[in-house]
């Protein structure tokens, strides 16, 4: 079964440091890779996807993603935090090749101090 | 595009009571997903539609809930008799499906917050 583990459900930075959201996926077919983001009170928007073209996905609001099929991560980064960018982000995975739900991970809250 | 609606935003009910959960997709996708979300067990996908057809329930927590899709721009959740248990934010999602995007992204509704007595 796929699943996905995000490494640390909580991450705190100081305004202009490196953002870094851990994800490891495991996944019997190709997998499709997926960064939502959730503001408090609100549904889930997406981030940014893998498909099997690049390994590096850019995203928006500066985010991306390295795919990287030997470690089994797909990690989020921002160079450069923004107060705007405190929420919870869900890593997440495709259910089956044939199927078209997600499964998520758990969640990593970003905390961004000034 | 309205964006997927649900309602209602906010649901109090006293235990035992029956809850149905609505949701409306954007125009035009084949799928629907119907999450839930707790801090315990994170985001849970309960069931989700392809062409308004059931495709995998596996993740209805009980036979108290059910889901329904009767035409391509409805669905609901109704949860008979409800628990204490059964808090938690329920999230609904639909897309345009594999067949038009190649890889499937979900756009989730606002969410629909329960809380049982």
């Known amino acids: ?114 | 595009d309205a964006g997927v609606i649900q309602s209602p935003r906010h649901e109090v009910t006293e235990m035992g009571q029956e809850v149905t959960l609505r949701c409306k997709p954007i125009s035009g996708h084949n799928s629907l997903f119907w999450y839930r979300q707790t801090m315990m067990r994170g985001l849970e996908l309960l069931i989700y539609f392809n062409n308004n057809v059931p495709i995998d329930d596996s993740g209805m927590p009980e036979d108290r809930f059910s889901a329904k899709m009767p035409n391509a721009s409805f669905s609901t959740l109704k949860i008979q008799p409800s628990e204490p248990r059964d808090s938690a934010v329920y999230f609904c999602a639909s897309s345009p499906g594999l067949a038009v995007s190649g890889a499937n992204v979900l756009t989730f509704g606002a969410g629909s917050r329960l809380t049982v007595l």
């Open chain 1, 1 to 114: 079964a796929q699943s996905v583990t995000q490494l640390g459900s909580h991450v705190s930075v100081s305004e202009g440091a490196l953002v870094l959201l851990r994800c490891n996926y495991s996944s019997s077919v190709p997998p499709y890779l997926f960064w939502y983001v959730q503001y408090p009170n609100q549904g889930l928007q997406l981030l940014l996807k893998y498909t099997s073209a690049a390994t590096l996905v850019k995203g928006i609001n500066g985010f991306e993603a390295e795919f990287k099929k030997s470690e089994t991560s797909f990690h989020l980064t921002k160079p450069s935090a923004h107060m705007s960018d405190a929420a919870e982000y869900f890593c997440a995975v495709r259910a089956n090749q044939a199927g078209t739900a997600l499964i998520f991970g758990k969640g990593t809250t970003l905390s961004v101090s000034s």
